[in-house]
């Protein structure tokens, strides 16, 4: 046999519970009449020979397993698996199980435990107990079949048993002589369906019978939007419409039924949408006529209608198909051209039109986002970026005319999928994130910061904010359903700082974006501003300095401390989300935003007293004030001591050996361009006897030319200087050490300093003939 599907491994359960290979051979479902019920048989691939009969019980544990494995027991220690191949065979091998037993196949086991108590009382039962006893089929013993019927609904064994009766004695076919009514296959056809209907109008609850056979007959209208030719797929069509109104409008609320009768009933009309898919699917001509006329100009406003709403149906059954047969059908509606139809559509006028494409579109969406990513980036550039349709789908975002926005939160949640780093890491194409989030940078932004921007006034622009005035007063959208539209818009831009580290970053600061939704806090409508703030929270929780001087240079956080102060006393959700702001930049020590805030803003912030964030905040930047103070200090010591070092240096004894000198430091040729110059300043400075201190750079920092390694900071006084921060000593030549010998290096960078006590007394002097700039903070 050519079908490896189907290939499978037989396996049984030994008695020291270890599997024993069977035989591998091809696996099949059919009815076998001996054992009167669809069966598994399994035939060796070597001769033929039958390794396997087994009937699908209705009772029977089945279980799968890894995707390839089918383990069930067939008796008492006798515990049985089949092992496939391929996926597929096992998928559809236990469709067929479930559908035997009227299960879901998405379940991995098909029935739950039985109660061991009732089970061992019913296998003491004598042969002849097997099948439940049934009242001769008569009008007049109608009730007490109904009460039988009743009875035995509690317990699973003896409902399969009622049904093995009803089957082997034919007793449906009595009944339906009573009033046409049988089991599903037969129940639902079409010779019989509608008695069965009419059978479930009467409702003894009710007064009057339902008139649910003139809806079905009358009222409810089969349209075709393509003429189907094929009579059976109609005739399935028909079918799972009518089997579903008995589903959902006639059968009473899920009670009794819900465990056994309804299970079965889904799994019956599960069934019957796959192949009504798979027929259509396989209709090519169907399909291509249908998106011929979607997409045609001609075609009338109604028509396309239908065709949109048939199309939303056909995606809907969709769902029930297994992954493998989903895949197939989406990729054959993309190969037809699904996308650029749904890209006309979303377009037109016709409300109707537009929710139905949209749920089509969500539907591909959520099946494959780099199917639509790939589609966008190869459309043809136009010079009208509205024609895209992301931007398409935008527009319908910004255009909904529902209050609540409904159509509107179904397409930003799409946009997001869309737009989401996480599913764009598919091994096929390792550049779509770079080139799809540049693609939508470029193109697409715009379209959606549009309404911000339109709604906000740029602060730069408006003179309000004069000496003395507390509080910006710019126009803030007051409309509840374009303050929702903008909620929107700012949940979508807060994803994109999170996961879109580099484009949004360039964006907000090209725009100047945080600026026009800061005046946002300003809005009537809480929430709204909760938005703004929540944007500005994520772009802070970054930790970004770029981000960090766009807001202090920009001073925006005068915005949110004007709307906490106006807030007063009261405590609300706005409140505690601005004070969790400022805690956090405390938590994390954000130095640079520390300083601004301290700097600008701690006067108007000083008497809010009920959390400690701000005195935490003062406290931070004192704090860090001290240390800078305490590293200018180093600084200037450390100098100090290296002049005292170059002093000692000239009273030694000028009889020592220039010789010994020069053996004692390190060899002259190795820094001769350095000390040259070091020499030129020496002479220079001998006549200059002011002192010098550390030079201060434009970054806050101190450079430092020249420094004695750790054997040459040794000074007379027996204290090292870490370093040397003058352009020139003023006695003009190095210090040598009477310990250890002096070696003079060159250094461009700021070096680290320890502090002494002894030296306090100096430094207070120092500090009183020399004034000093107080170093920036975060420098």
């Not at 209705?58 to 069930?72: E, G, R, S």
């Not at 037109?348 to 099946?367: G, H, K, P």
């Not at 929270?537 to 202090?552: A, C, L, M, S, V």
């Amino acid at each position: 046999m050519s079908d490896t599907r189907r290939r499978v491994k037989v396996y049984t359960l030994n008695e020291d519970r270890q599997w024993d290979d069977r035989g591998t051979g091809h696996v099949s479902s059919t009815f076998v009449e001996r054992l009167k019920g669809i069966s598994l048989l399994v035939r060796a691939e070597s001769d033929g020979s039958l390794l396997l009969e087994s009937k699908i019980s209705p009772n029977t544990a089945y279980q799968k397993q890894q995707d390839t494995l089918i383990v069930w027991s067939e008796a008492e220690n006798y515990d049985l698996a089949l092992s496939f191949q391929e996926k597929a065979g096992c998928d559809e091998i236990w469709e067929k199980i479930c559908q035997v037993q009227g299960k879901d196949p998405a379940l991995e086991i098909t029935q739950d435990p039985i109660d061991e108590s009732e089970e061992e009382r019913f296998e003491e039962m004598p042969e002849t107990s097997h099948l439940v006893e049934l009242p001769p089929c008569e009008l007049a013993r109608l009730e007490e079949i109904a009460d039988l019927v009743t009875s035995v609904l509690s317990s699973p064994i003896r409902r399969e048993k009622l049904a093995l009766a009803l089957m082997s004695e034919g007793y449906m076919k009595k009944l339906l002589q009573l009033f046409q009514a049988a089991l599903f296959e037969v129940m639902f056809s079409d010779d019989c369906i509608m008695d069965v209907v009419g059978c479930l109008e009467y409702d003894p609850a009710l007064v009057q019978p339902k008139r649910h056979r003139e809806f079905l007959t009358k009222t409810a209208k089969f349209k075709e939007v393509i003429p189907i030719t094929d009579s059976e797929l109609r005739q399935k069509i028909h079918q799972t419409y009518r089997v579903q109104y008995i589903q959902d409008i006639i059968l009473p609320t899920p009670s009794v039924f819900e465990e056994n009768f309804l299970s079965t009933l889904t799994s019956f009309i599960f069934f019957n949408k796959v192949e009504i898919v798979s027929m259509l699917q396989e209709d090519e001509k169907f399909l291509t006529e249908v998106f011929a006329q979607l997409t045609d100009e001609a075609t009338e406003d109604s028509k396309r209608r239908e065709l949109v709403n048939f199309f939303k149906e056909f995606c809907a059954f969709s769902q029930t198909l297994q992954p493998q047969n989903r895949d197939a059908f989406f990729k054959t509606l993309a190969n037809l051209g699904i996308l650029p139809a749904l890209e006309i559509v979303m377009g037109m006028d016709d409300l109707q039109v537009r929710a139905a494409a949209t749920d089509i579109f969500s539907y591909l969406v959520e099946f494959s986002p780099s199917m639509v990513r790939e589609f966008v980036m190869q459309e043809p550039q136009q010079t009208d970026d509205d024609v895209l349709l992301i931007n398409v789908v935008i527009k319908q975002m910004i255009c909904d005319s529902d209050p609540e926005l409904g159509g509107a939160v179904q397409l930003m949640g799409l946009l997001r999928t869309l737009i989401d780093p996480e599913n764009m890491l598919t091994p096929t194409n390792k550049t779509e994130k770079t080139e799809f989030l540049s693609f939508f940078y470029k193109y697409c932004m715009q379209v959606l910061t549009a309404p911000l921007l339109a709604n906000t006034v740029d602060e730069k622009k408006s003179k309000a904010l004069q000496e003395g005035s507390t509080k910006i007063n710019p126009v803030c959208p007051d409309n509840f359903q374009t303050a929702q539209l903008l909620a929107l818009i700012l949940e979508l831009l807060t994803f994109c700082v999170e996961h879109h580290t580099y484009h949004i970053k360039t964006y907000i600061m090209n725009k100047d974006l945080l600026r026009r939704i800061l005046v946002l806090m300003n809005s009537k409508h809480t929430f709204l501003a909760l938005c703004a703030l929540r944007f500005m929270r994520r772009i802070i929780g970054q930790k970004d300095e770029y981000y960090n001087r766009y807001i202090i240079k920009g001073n925006l956080f005068e915005p949110v401390i004007n709307t906490l102060l106006d807030n007063g006393t009261r405590y609300n959700l706005l409140n505690s989300a601005i004070i969790e702001l400022f805690e956090f930049i405390k938590v994390e020590d954000v130095k640079s935003l520390i300083a601004h805030i301290i700097d600008n803003y701690y006067k108007a912030l000083e008497s809010i007293e009920y959390v400690q964030t701000f005195k935490g905040l003062k406290g931070r930047y004192e704090q860090e004030k001290d240390r800078q103070t305490l590293r200018l200090n180093r600084y200037r010591r450390d100098a100090r001591t290296l002049d005292e070092d170059e002093e000692m240096w000239f009273h030694e004894d000028e009889d020592d050996d220039e010789g010994e000198a020069v053996e004692k430091s390190r060899p002259e040729e190795e820094f001769p361009e350095s000390y040259g110059k070091y020499m030129e300043a020496k002479k220079v400075k001998e006549s200059d006897d002011k002192e010098n201190f550390p030079t201060q750079t434009p970054t806050g920092s101190f450079k430092f030319t020249f420094s004695h390694s750790a054997g040459a900071a040794n000074g007379a006084n027996g204290k090292p200087a870490a370093s040397h921060a003058a352009s020139a000593s003023p006695n003009g030549s190095p210090a040598k050490s009477d310990a250890t010998p002096g070696t003079l290096v060159v250094k461009t960078a700021m070096v680290g300093l320890v502090d002494y006590p002894d030296d306090e007394d100096e430094e207070e002097e120092d500090e009183e003939q020399s004034p000093r700039k107080r170093p920036r903070l975060g420098s």
